[in-house]
């Protein structure tokens, strides 16, 4: 099988300096793809800048004989870093939301500035990111997003709160924008990496951290952003070499008639049926809840 090759397209990577952004960029510039290296620089709880983090990069994929050009502005300022490929190379491909910080801290202890540096960097700067890149993208009818998760969003983690949040925040953007954009071939698909990271290495062994190269979460979205992707809207979980689909689940659940019967004491009667995931369904669109209630309507109940 030949490799996959990006030649003549045009790959944002934000928050490129380091880690997963890293291996992104080396690699779609060694399959000839022009790439736009973003990366304020500063420090993991967002602290600080430095155009250094881009510029090693960008040497990096030149000294191997790629093309690159760095892009020092926060992901907040999206405007600036599609600017950038437009200047440089004349359009824009793919966006890879990638840049992120931590600021880790328990609920109770949790500061309004916590909150809104995290909603900041990964919500408000992919959707800048995207919302620049989207009228090339409409424009040429062609474009491939990713956006970046985490299982801390999909499943909460203790002291990740407003990490979490912006997280699990990633797939509801995905997924409306995978829906606006399908019939411009705009395809947008979110990824929960886990890799070793300036992120992970103070909460993860050295001996786990040593199996989750950030090198191992590379293929699948290189999979997953090459034109020949027809995958649009999915969810993805991805380290140390393993990949896997994830999807939403909705027990088969339960139907009262709407009237004077409908009560609490109703619902905990049946309690179990709405927690048997039996027969389950995966729903993919409100248009499922909206046949629930068609349903709901035509039905005459008979557990009063
Ligand atoms: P990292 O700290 O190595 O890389 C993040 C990069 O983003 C840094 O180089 C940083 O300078 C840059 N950045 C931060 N704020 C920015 C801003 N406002 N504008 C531009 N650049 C900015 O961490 P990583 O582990 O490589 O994380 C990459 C992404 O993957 C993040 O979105 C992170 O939340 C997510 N993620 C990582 C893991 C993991 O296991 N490493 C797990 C789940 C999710």
Known sequence: MSELRFDGQVVVVTGAGGGLGRAYALFFGSRGASVVVNDLGGSFKGEG???????????????????AVANYDSVTDGEKIIETAIKNYGRIDVLLNNAGILRDISFKNMKDQD?????????????????????YFRKQKYGRVINTASAAGLFGSFGQCNYSAAKLAMVGFTETLAKEGAKYNIHANVIAPIAASRMTETVMPPDILANLKPDWVVPLVAVLVHKSSEENGAIFEVGGGHMAKLRWERSRGLLLKADDSYTPGAILKKWDQINNFENAEHPTGVADFMGLLEQSMKMRPNDK
């Open 49 to 67: 800048t430095s155009t250094k983090a881009a510029d090693v990069v960008v040497d990096e994929i030149k000294a191997a004989g790629g093309k």
């Open 115 to 135: 909150w809104d540096l995290i909603m900041a960097v990964h919500v408000k700067g992919s959707y800048k990111c995207a919302r620049a890149a989207w009228p």
